[in-house]
Nanobody, 123 residues
Framework: QVQLVESGGGLVQAGGSLRLSCAAS????????RGWFRQAPGKEREFVAA???????YYTDSAKGRFTISRDNAKNTVYLQMDSLKPEDTAIYYC?????????????????WGQGTQVTVSS
């Protein structure tokens, strides 16, 4: 059984940084696309970033230039470095993994999900 466990969330002031981690267990996910999504209160879950099995990276427009996704296959872990955080980045952040490499922006394509970690950015 695959489990994804996020960590690194918290409260930060606007302009600050956080680094989220997502550790996988139960299966090696080196051949999987790994993604990050977020969900703010009253809003739908939205795509933030993804990294393919060969290291190609994809970002939503609001994350480009501020967030960096990376993966460490030896640790079965994916990271999301978030810099220049804004209050509108406040949300629960979820990591996910999918075997298919297509439609990385669609949450419906992902096979496994973590439980989420809260990120709160104060103004």
């Amino acid at each position: 059984q695959v489990q994804l466990v996020e960590s690194g969330g918290g409260l930060v002031q606007a302009g600050g940084s956080l680094r989220l981690s997502c550790a996988a267990s139960g299966r090696t996910l080196n051949s999987y696309t790994r993604g990050w999504f977020r969900q703010a209160p009253g809003k739908e879950r939205e795509f933030v970033a993804a990294i393919s099995r060969i290291g190609n990276t994809y970002y939503t427009d609001s994350a480009k230039g501020r967030f960096t996704i990376s993966r460490d296959n030896a640790k079965n872990t994916v990271y999301l470095q978030m810099d220049s955080l804004k209050p509108e980045d406040t949300a629960i952040y979820y990591c996910a993994a999918m075997f298919s490499g297509t439609y990385y922006y669609s949450p419906n394509r992902y096979d496994y999900w973590g439980q989420g970690t809260q990120v709160t950015v104060s103004s």
